[in-house]
């Protein structure tokens, strides 16, 4: 069913949202706070509002997705929300979805907080995730509308949930990136093909590690880090290896320092006897 949509924000990411639901066969309203971003979208039929509240008044749903928070409120601000779903999918801080949250709840609004796992041109396609948070009924409202932008998945009532759980993918992504470059430049300092290194070696012992980590997930939430696989003690001595062996080839080891610091904390503690999920009463 065609849906009117508000959508504030047209940078690489707002525009991609709109044509997608421009595609979807939706009545799409847009806005952004320099008007030619708009150009295109209007010449494929979506309809150029001259104010952001403008736009909020023509669609009973608004999409926000602006550099951050603080500029989505900035946008918001002149707006009447009264009766309106703002879906804020804008990059922030669980603490800053909740703040948002209330206040759009409070000029009458109901707000959902959204999260994006993927890159605009991955937007309407397969693979596409977007997180959501927010009160349950309002999101079944969208839910239809908002299905070709990406696979929704609802995350629970709080709004913060969106946000903190794409800060961990996020975080779980950057870590897996610190130690593609350190292996990567590890093989490159050799002259090694780091493409073929990546390929047939990296990506599938990555892939055999990760399938490991649900289970260590278990151990986490039972407080059990007895291990019959590898303890703290030689994870230590096997990552001091690896810092003098980086040194040894000319390369730096800065995005591996981190870890080797945190299993040299667990084990002078006494904890060397663990095995590595246990690392995360270090950091919490
Ligand atoms: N790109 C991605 O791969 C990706 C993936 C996931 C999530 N996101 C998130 O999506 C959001 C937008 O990202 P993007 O890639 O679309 O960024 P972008 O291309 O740099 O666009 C930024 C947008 O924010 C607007 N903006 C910035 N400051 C503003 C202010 N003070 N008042 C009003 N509008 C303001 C810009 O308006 P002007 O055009 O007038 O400057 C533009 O529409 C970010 O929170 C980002 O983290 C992006």
């Given at each position: 069913m065609s849906e009117n949509i508000a959508v504030l924000g047209l940078g690489l990411m707002g525009t991609a949202l709109a044509e997608t639901l421009l595609a979807a066969?939706?009545?799409?309203?847009?806005?952004?706070?320099?008007?030619a971003k708009a150009d295109a979208l209007v010449a494929k039929g979506a309809t150029r509002?001259?104010?952001?509240?403008?736009?909020?008044?023509?669609?009973?749903?608004?999409?926000?997705?602006?550099?951050?928070?603080?500029?989505?409120r900035a946008v918001l601000d002149g707006a009447d929300l009264a009766g309106r779903t703002v879906l804020n999918l804008t990059n922030g801080r669980p603490a800053e979805a909740r703040a948002t949250g209330e206040w759009v709840n409070g000029r009458g609004g109901d707000y959902l907080d959204g999260g994006i796992m993927a890159v605009p041109y991955m937007i309407g396609r397969p693979g596409a995730l977007i997180l959501y948070s927010g009160p349950r009924d309002v999101f079944d409202r969208h839910e239809a509308t908002l299905k070709?932008?990406?696979?929704?998945?609802?995350?629970?009532?709080?709004?913060?949930?969106?946000?903190?759980?794409?800060?961990?993918?996020?975080?779980?992504?950057?870590?897996q990136i610190a130690g593609f470059l350190e292996a990567a430049a590890l093989i490159a300092a050799e002259g090694r093909p780091v493409r073929e290194f990546t390929e047939t070696l990296l990506v599938p012992w990555l892939h055999a590690m990760a399938s490991a980590q649900p289970r260590w997930a278990e151990d986490m939430e039972r407080g059990d880090y007895a291990t019959e696989v590898s303890n703290l003690e030689v994870n230590r001595v096997g990552l001091g290896?690896?810092?003098?062996?980086?040194?040894?080839?000319?390369?730096?080891?800065?995005?591996?320092?981190?870890?080797?610091e945190i299993v040299e904390r667990r084990v002078a503690r006494g904890h060397g006897a663990e095995g590595l999920p246990g690392l995360i009463e270090e950091l919490r």
């Open positions: 066969g939706h009545r799409v309203t847009v806005w952004n706070r320099s008007s509002a001259a104010t952001a509240a403008e736009a909020v008044a023509a669609a009973p749903l608004t999409i926000v997705c602006v550099l951050d928070y603080e500029a989505a070709p932008l990406a696979e929704p998945r609802h995350l629970g009532e709080d709004p913060g949930l969106a946000p903190l759980y794409d800060l961990a993918l996020l975080t779980g992504m950057y870590g290896n690896l810092v003098i062996a980086f040194e040894e080839q000319g390369v730096k080891p800065d995005l591996l320092l981190p870890m080797k």
